[in-house]
């Protein structure tokens, strides 16, 4: 089973600043990649596939990048709807495994 | 935009077998994936399984042999069945779309918490 590994565990920011996910893949996935954001009492959202396409309707803030074992999901400027937390997936390889997610949070 | 939710009991006694049905609406369920995915209280995401519309199915290898996971089209659901349930089994359950079966997952229900108690 393909363990991801997501740092930092919290991450705190302010509103209008960057931040910066990342997940680690213990062997390649390639671009096998997928970003989620999960707030409580919501339904889980996808942001990113292929390691660097956003879904239909995510806003432009959010980017991915990556591949093989090292991802990174950007939020350019976090607006106060995004403090959430976030997981990745992978799917190159049976079963499906997800990271153990960031909480991005207000500092 | 396709929607789905999620019901069932919210607590089952150790050893019984845990049931949900998943609704989804605003698409049809004919000629897609569609999975369960499960978070224990304050741990990751777990992919349990999958079906198609078909009635073809994939299950996480570490359950296996207690889930089960069917397919009604004329209802527009699908259910999972986990049997032999435990403490490690309280969680919330998530039905999900699969986008391609194989892939990420591109829409959500917002889960259902069931605790195993007795």
């Known amino acids: 089973e393909i363990l991801m590994t997501q740092s930092p565990a919290i991450l705190s920011v302010s509103p209008g600043e960057r931040a910066t996910l990342s997940c680690r893949a213990s062997q390649s996935v390639s671009s096998n990649l997928a970003w989620y954001q999960l707030k409580p009492g919501q339904a889980p959202r996808l942001l990113i596939y292929g390691a660097d396409t956003r879904a239909t309707g995510i806003p432009a803030r959010f980017s991915g990048s990556g591949s093989g074992t090292e991802f990174t999901l950007t939020i350019s400027s976090l607006q106060s709807e995004d403090f959430a937390v976030y997981y990745c997936q992978q799917y190159n390889y049976w079963p499906r495994t997800f990271g153990q997610g960031t909480k991005v949070e207000i500092k | 935009q396709v929607q789905l939710q999620e019901s069932g009991p919210g607590m089952v006694k150790p050893s019984e077998t845990l049931s949900l049905t998943c609704s989804v609406s605003?698409?049809?369920?004919?000629?897609?994936?569609w999975s369960w995915i499960r978070q224990p209280p304050g741990k990751g995401l777990e992919w349990i399984g999958y079906?198609?519309?078909?009635?073809?199915?994939k299950y996480n290898s570490s359950l296996k042999s207690r889930v089960r996971i069917s397919v009604d089209t004329s209802k527009n659901q699908f259910s999972l069945r986990l049997s032999s349930v435990t403490d490690a089994d309280t969680a919330v359950y998530y039905c999900?779309?699969?986008?391609?079966?194989?892939?990420?997952?591109?829409?959500w229900g917002r889960g259902a918490l069931v605790t195993v108690s007795s």
């Open positions: 999900v779309k699969d986008r391609l079966g194989d892939a990420d997952f591109d829409f």
């Open positions: 605003g698409g049809s369920i004919n000629n897609y994936y």
């Open positions: 079906i198609h519309s078909s009635g073809s199915t």
